[in-house]
């Protein structure tokens, strides 16, 4: 994989979005879905998720290596589901647009092949609504100060300045940054907390007020889970300083 390749794609993606509090349900969170389109619809129903006035805000890698990955996709277009953008997601625009497949095969992708899909006919709606992704979300809270989405490693300073000074390698490793556990606790203190999704791990995690929510849906169904979660609940794991647990 060619980082230098994937930072310059960078640079025509959106860097940060704000969106306005939802004054009318709820909002939820999920981490890398990973083309597991049937858990996820089975998780909305569990959590009696109403579309007509509820959202759902995904830390990107919607994609790979599930093979409902292109109904996953599909989410795009529907107005109650936003996702900050994830690498898998750049990796499937670097083959679309470049033709290195192989990246995103090695990485995932095979569903793709393996479906016999004619990648430039058939997910030719895909790359506009990628081009679309923000790479870091602020949401604003009815009653509490902003969250943070992010992919894999927030930026040290999360704020439109931050995105705006951040070079194209910076908001890369907004993507790929693997090992924010490890570092000290960090505090973002004009926001509530930061929602990442990062690397699997059997339980959401936290270290400072940034929280860990990919649960593993890429290790589906052995080991890895898809679970929606609410602000409350991630605000308990911040309160607790829950650690991170490697599969």
């Given amino acids: 994989m060619n ?18 509090a939802n004054w009318r349900g709820k909002d939820y969170f999920v981490g890398d879905i990973a083309g597991q389109y049937s858990a996820l619809k089975h998780a909305l129903h569990k959590a009696q998720f109403d579309p007509r006035q509820d959202r759902l805000f995904c830390a990107g ?56 899909l004619e990648l430039k006919c058939d997910l030719v709606n895909i790359p506009p609504l990628l081009q679309a992704l923000p790479i870091a979300y602020i949401i604003e809270q009815r009653k509490y100060p902003p969250l943070g989405l992010v992919s894999a490693a927030p930026l040290k300073h999360f704020s439109e300045e931050g995105f705006i000074q951040a070079s194209l390698v910076q908001l890369l490793d907004c993507l790929i940054g693997h090992d924010i556990w490890t570092k000290k606790r960090r505090y973002y203190n004009e926001l ?4 990442l999704g990062g690397e699997p791990a059997r339980k959401n995690w936290a270290k400072g007020n940034i929280t860990g929510i990919n649960l593993g849906a890429a290790l589906m169904p052995q080991r890895g889970t898809l679970t929606l979660f609410k ?16 599969f």
């Avoid at 996709?73 to 953008?85: A, K, T």
């Avoid at 602000?231 to 490697?246: C, E, G, N, S, V």
Wanted: net charge positive; hydrophobic share 45%; charged share 20%.
């Fill in 192 to 195: 509530d907390f930061v929602i």
């Fill in 231 to 246: 602000r409350k609940k991630l605000r308990k794991t911040i309160d607790q300083q829950l650690p991170y647990k490697a």
């Fill in 3 to 20: 980082h230098q390749n994937l930072a310059q794609m960078l640079g025509s993606f959106t860097r940060l979005r704000r969106l306005e």
């Fill in 61 to 116: 890698n919607l994609i790979d290596p599930g093979i409902e990955s292109r109904e996953v996709l599909n989410l795009l277009m529907q107005p109650w589901f936003f996702s900050v953008l994830g690498l898998h997601e750049l990796m499937l625009l670097d083959a679309l647009q470049r033709g290195h497949y192989l990246h995103w095969y090695m990485a995932g992708g095979q569903w793709a092949f393996n479906q016999n």
